[in-house]
């Protein structure tokens, strides 16, 4: 391992280093990476014939792009120091040496994320299995075979997060959505959440399906609703204007337990509701019993999680919590799931859930903005739940309809 260039990233405080590394070095340094980093992505189907090129390209001993890795944070608890005592970006050779020492020990223990190049690694694990199936004779050589890598040392995970949306180097981009999973990873631990909830990403390639199933995005996105109190999900420009702000470096380093705290209450709150709703299922014709012309093509929910467990009511939840926190309505989020578990059906609990449903269905077929619209059904249903001076305070029969008699005053 060769150490050449040593600049210092002024933006994420951070240091770049160039090293040439052989191809073989490398490959053993990517395998446990890509299998055991539950932030890395799953490989990316290439479309079309760029990667078959550059395997080709790779055998006959193309230099392609430098690779962009950075050591994850648990592997620079000696790095912080040194980079603190750096003035002015200059790097003495003494510094140097100390940050190549931690470099080659976190690579030896593969404590390193891939931030650009990880199509192209996985191109070069097949350059490896092509040559060693159909050309033994030069696996070696390819294996000895320099390529160019730019390692970060020094960046937390917001930082990390922001060369990833800034290098975009990549023909595969890495998806919004695991980028966000990468930001708020260590606000939200699914492992040490209480039993019967979970949050899936993006990577575990699985469906959030079933009673307390979440997305993870989602969850962010009930988060950001929460912390602007109103019921939008975070977007990429949203993302990228804040990410030019350098406040917003420090900003998200600060989250503190609300996130899980939100997600535990809004999940209490959805599960009581399924335990007074009698295992409650969408029935259009017990709905055209109270209304004979009732018409619901695709419905929004079956059953109590399918219809809750949204993003369109989470991002509502989140931000009526918010108003109700400001309003000093109540005091907490504890004090909010107490208030929720006190809600009951007044009348039958079919009856004021197949009329969401109606509801829900009718907005999407006028609105142009569909899911815009049922956030607002949510956001003025919870509203009308929440609110101690409504008649309708904490009646989950007649909120909704209040609800939706508010969306229509004001649209």
């Given at each position: 391992m060769d150490f050449y260039s040593w600049l210092f990233d002024k933006k994420v405080k951070g240091v770049n280093v160039s090293i040439d590394i052989s191809i073989g070095d490398y490959w053993q340094l990517a395998q446990p990476v890509l299998r055991e980093n539950e932030l890395q992505r799953p490989r990316v189907a290439a479309k079309g014939k760029p990667y078959q090129l550059l395997q080709r390209d790779l055998i006959e001993g193309c230099v392609m792009p430098p690779i962009i890795v950075a050591l994850k944070r648990n592997a620079q608890a000696n790095i912080d120091e040194v980079l603190a005592g750096l003035r002015n970006g200059v790097i003495p050779n003494a510094e140097r040496d100390l940050l190549a020492a931690e470099i080659e020990r976190a690579f030896n223990s593969r404590e390193v994320l891939i931030l650009d190049g990880l199509q192209r690694t996985y191109t070069i694990g097949d350059c490896?299995?092509?040559?060693?199936?159909?050309?033994?004779?030069?696996?070696?050589?390819f294996l000895a075979r320099k390529i160019r890598l730019e390692v970060y040392v020094g960046l937390n995970k917001t930082g990390i997060l922001y060369r990833m949306l800034t290098l975009n180097t990549g023909q595969t981009p890495m998806s919004f959505r695991?980028?966000?999973?990468i930001l708020y990873h260590d606000f939200l631990d699914p492992g040490r959440?209480?039993?019967?909830?979970a949050v899936v990403r993006e990577a575990d390639a699985r469906r959030a399906r079933g009673a307390g199933k979440y997305k993870y995005a989602d969850v962010v996105d009930m988060f950001y609703a929460y912390s602007t109190g109103r019921p939008e999900s975070i977007d990429k420009q949203n993302l990228v204007n804040k990410l030019g702000e350098l406040e917003f470096l420090e900003e998200y380093d600060n989250v503190n337990s609300d996130l899980t705290s939100l997600l535990v209450v809004y999940n209490r709150f959805v599960r009581h509701i399924e335990s007074i709703a009698n295992d409650w299922e969408f029935d259009l014709g017990e709905l055209r019993s109270v209304f004979p012309e009732a018409v619901v093509d695709r419905p929004f929910g079956t059953d109590v999680a399918s219809l809750f467990e949204r993003v369109q009511a989470m991002t509502a939840f989140?931000?009526?919590?918010?108003r109700l926190i400001r309003q000093k309505q109540v005091g907490s989020l504890e004090e909010l799931s107490a208030l929720l578990t006190r809600s009951l059906f007044s009348d039958a609990p079919s009856l004021a859930l197949n009329e969401l449903v109606?509801?829900?269905d009718e907005v999407a077929k006028k609105a142009t903005k569909i899911g815009t619209a049922q956030r607002e059904i949510f956001q003025y249903s919870f509203r009308s739940l929440f609110n101690s001076d409504s008649p309708t305070f904490l009646d989950l029969s007649t909120s909704w309809r209040e609800g939706q008699r508010k969306f229509e005053s004001l649209n």
């Open positions: 490896i299995a092509q040559l060693r199936e159909e050309r033994p004779g030069q696996l070696d050589t695991h980028q966000i999973e959440l209480p039993a019967g909830l989140g931000a009526e919590a918010k109606l509801m829900l």
